[in-house]
């Protein structure tokens, strides 16, 4: 930025103090506030500006042409490589309205013949992931973007309604009497208007953030983005790449550090000497007791499902994420009927524990009617109500080490047997746990274009995921 902002910062000025700390805010350098741009026989003063947040590329000067008393400014822009190198690059997929519109027209064109041909839901699954995965490659090929590229702010872009607009045409309107006249009735007036306007201004970026947080799919992060915003920072373009050190060695190539990491999180679990015995599991027919039984979906089941989903943009590995879902619900409804019923025609495992009585009063999670509201709502009138008798009260709050990864398959799959969970429901349960496999991707920054590095999926043997109600279910069920 330059040019003369009539702000004198060679004093020591309220002005000059304001000016400070909104450059400073930005990250912005004033190059020439300490040198006199303007030196007479009886002062000096710097009014004459250049600013910048690239101070390592540009350097700033005096240069006295004598023509005045004011000095000239010699703008200096160095090695334009450094500009270049700050732009980084990533590889996404833009789903924009048409990109969506694409993809819907070729996904409600395709037959899908081949998955209904399929005998093996195995294979029915494979051909439909790698059928949708070619549609979004054709419709929404990854592109190359520029990750520095401006974004639209996340506070200032408040929109202001007629009342906060006519408190600042007033204030305008009053400045320019009061510049014009001189009195100090037109003064008071702008002073006025000014309080009014910054107060309604304050008030609807109040209600604009609080909006953002209470729409919001995770509220830490949007706390962080209005935070970010405000500070003019934006981290995901400073990407650090990980250097390991192990054994006397160093590790920098990302595939040798996605495979470290993978091997570490795998070795930490099968090696862990509370799960290290593993107990196999056999299906016995003969021994089957009557079972719960799961019903058949329908469209109308799978579009309510879709529709009950957080509209988030975050996708795992197959890069289909719940919004892109609820996108092509009516091209793919029918179809995900057609895979859901060919693995279950056999109600829902947690209704069979409920009608059981088989999960404890204590137990808030994944439960109708129940969340961590009821927990601490039930936590704290226990205490109150001990702390009335008269007792001394405490709580001991613990958290189980590896309660997800160390799942051993076998002990939870003889629970469910021995609780009357058999039949198809149990070897579908048996299927989801088993022969899962894990990948572990690595960010990383080669100067230029911001890439992910991934490995081969490893298989484990102790694991649940934490998905939804099903995965704390099984976890409940297994430390009971």
Known sequence: MLGDFYINTLSNSQEFKGLQDCIQSYDIKDLLGHVPTRITESSSSSIDNVMTNYENVVSAQTVNGHISDHLGQLLVIGCLDKLKQNKKYENRRLFS???????????????????????????????????????IDITIPA???NVNKN??????????????????????????????TSLDLYKEAFKKYKFEYHKEVRR??????????????????????VVNDMRNTDSKTKINNIELSIHNGTFSDPYIVSNIFNDYFIDAIENDTCIKQERQFKYDK????????????????ITQLIDSLKNKRSAGLDEFSPFLMKKCKGELARLLVHLINCVIEEEILIEHYNMNNSIGDFQHGFRSGQSTISAAVQFVHCLMEKI?????TGGVLLDL????????????????????VSGKLLLLI???????????????????????????????????????????????????
């Not at 990109?99 to 013949?113: A, D, F, M």
């Not at 089957?288 to 469209?299: M, N």
């Not at 009335?388 to 001394?392: A, H, L, R, T, V």
């Open 388 to 392: 009335n008798e008269g007792y001394k």
């Open 97 to 135: 309205e048409y990109n969506i519109t694409l993809v819907k027209k070729t996904l409600g064109q395709e037959s899908w013949e081949s998955v209904y041909r399929e005998r093996g839901v195995d294979s029915k699954w494979e051909v439909f992931v790698n059928i949708l995965t070619r549609h």
């Open 401 to 420: 080490s590896k309660a997800f990864d160390g799942v051993h398959h076998g002990v939870l799959l003889s629970k469910l047997a021995c609780n009357g």
């Open 430 to 480: 048996e299927s989801y746990l088993k022969d899962r496999q894990q990948c572990t991707e690595v960010v990383c920054d080669n100067g230029e274009v911001i890439k992910k590095k991934k490995i081969k999926d490893k298989k484990y043997k102790f694991w649940c995921a934490m998905r939804l109600y099903l995965g704390p279910l099984l976890v409940y069920l297994l430390r009971e």
């Open 286 to 301: 003969e021994k089957e007791r009557d079972s719960c039984k799961l019903a058949t979906v329908t469209i109308k089941d």
């Open 151 to 180: 974004k639209p702010p996340v506070v200032k872009c408040v929109k202001l309604d007629e009342k906060v607009k006519r408190l600042q045409e007033g204030m305008e309107y009053m400045y320019k009497l009061h510049r014009e």
């Open 204 to 225: 609807r970026k109040v209600e604009h953030i609080s909006k953002q947080t209470r729409n919001s799919d995770c509220v830490s992060k949007s706390c962080w983005a």
């Open 143 to 145: 592109k190359k973007i």
